[in-house]
Nanobody, 124 residues
């Protein structure tokens, strides 16, 4: 079992930046591909970014390409989501997730471990 805990959310003005962290405990996250999803009020949870187990492959939703980056530090069992040029439409609860896939996957159903989420609010 893997426990995931997100942190780093908050309130930021449009154009600003935030870095989210996801710390894994239990069975180490080193064996898992990791991803970030987000869910705005009244919306489906949607894919944001993914990173392979090695960290060499990444994937992003079109809506965040060029603004968000994903990285991982396997020694610290932590995954990061660096968000820049934030827009009000980025406002959502952001969830960290783990998949047994070695590569990246954008499919929500491929992820078997989920954190509880961290709120990101971008004001205009």
């Amino acid at each position: 079992q893997v426990q995931l805990v997100e942190s780093g959310g908050g309130l930021v003005q449009a154009g600003g930046s935030l870095r989210l962290s996801c710390a894994a405990s239990g069975r180490t996250s080193i064996n898992y591909g990791m991803g970030w999803f987000r869910q705005a009020p009244g919306q489906e949870r949607e894919f944001v970014a993914a990173i392979s187990r090695s960290g060499q492959s990444t994937d992003f939703a079109d809506s965040v390409k060029g603004r968000f980056t994903i990285s991982r530090d396997n020694a610290k069992n932590t995954v990061y989501l660096q968000m820049s040029s934030l827009k009000p439409e980025d406002t959502a609860v952001y969830y960290c997730a783990g998949t047994i896939n070695f590569g990246t996957t954008i499919r929500r159903n491929d992820y078997i471990y989920w954190g509880r989420g961290t709120q990101v609010t971008v004001s205009s």
